[in-house]
């Protein structure tokens, strides 16, 4: 069946430190792959999305990786701030794409970072 | 541009009660989609409507159902609550038909518990 993992349900880092958050899925052939924050008692919100045929995509400190043949995708947050702390869920279609794609969400990251 | 609003945002029903949940789209969105979050199974998909017309449906019983109205409110209905039911209920909008490479904009989720 499919199935996708975020590597930790906890990540505590130093400030200015580098965050990589990791999400690995199986059974899957996503084109596409996005990854939201979710702060606590709030919606998710987007913040980036890479395609299949992208190896990398950049937005300020944020950064996705994604590779096809391991199956993952990386999500590093530089310099990072205590103000980064939330939750991160990467979110993938179910391999169907087109029309009838849906989202399908890992359980998420809870990044937790120290002043 | 006000955002997706979900009302209401807490609710606490007993076992056997039917419950309606709501959700305003951003002003010109006409899709919607409802997911369930729990800590244990994370976000799951429940369905998707678009133009009042259900796009896709994840895979929950019966008792789940939704629809939109003609201004793209969309409101969704648990009949014969049951513990498992506790959970936030989000809401998500998109401008075209939700795909995997579509931005979804989430609303900030109806807390519901079952007693």
């Known amino acids: 069946s499919q199935k996708i993992e975020q590597n930790s349900e906890a990540l505590n880092i130093q400030e200015g430190k580098t965050a990589t958050l990791t999400c690995n899925y199986t059974n899957y052939s996503p084109a596409y792959l996005q990854w939201y924050r979710q702060d606590p008692g709030r919606g998710p919100v987007f913040l980036l999305l890479i395609r299949e045929n992208e190896k990398e995509k950049r937005k300020e400190r944020l950064k996705v990786t994604f590779d096809t043949t391991l199956k993952q995708s990386l999500f590093h947050i530089t310099a990072s701030q205590p103000a980064d702390s939330a939750t991160y869920l990467c979110a993938l279609d179910d391999g169907y794409g087109g029309s009838q794609g849906n989202l399908i969400f890992g359980k998420g990251t809870k990044l937790s970072v120290k002043p | 541009k006000a955002g997706v609003t979900q009302t209401p945002r807490y609710l606490i029903k007993t076992r056997g009660q039917q419950v309606t949940l709501s959700c305003s789209p951003i002003s010109g969105h006409r899709s919607v989609s409802w997911y369930q979050q729990t800590p244990g199974q994370g976000l799951q998909f429940l369905f998707e409507y678009f133009s009042e017309t259900q796009r896709n449906k994840g895979n929950f019983p019966g008792r789940f159902s939704g629809r939109q109205f003609s201004n793209s409110r969309s409101e969704m209905n648990v009949s014969t609550l049951e513990l498992g039911d506790s959970a936030l209920y989000l809401c998500?909008?998109?401008?075209?038909?939700?795909?995997?490479?579509?931005?979804?904009?989430f609303g900030p989720g109806t807390r519901l518990t079952v007693l």
């Open positions: 998500a909008s998109s401008s075209e038909p939700s795909e995997a490479y579509n931005e979804q904009f």
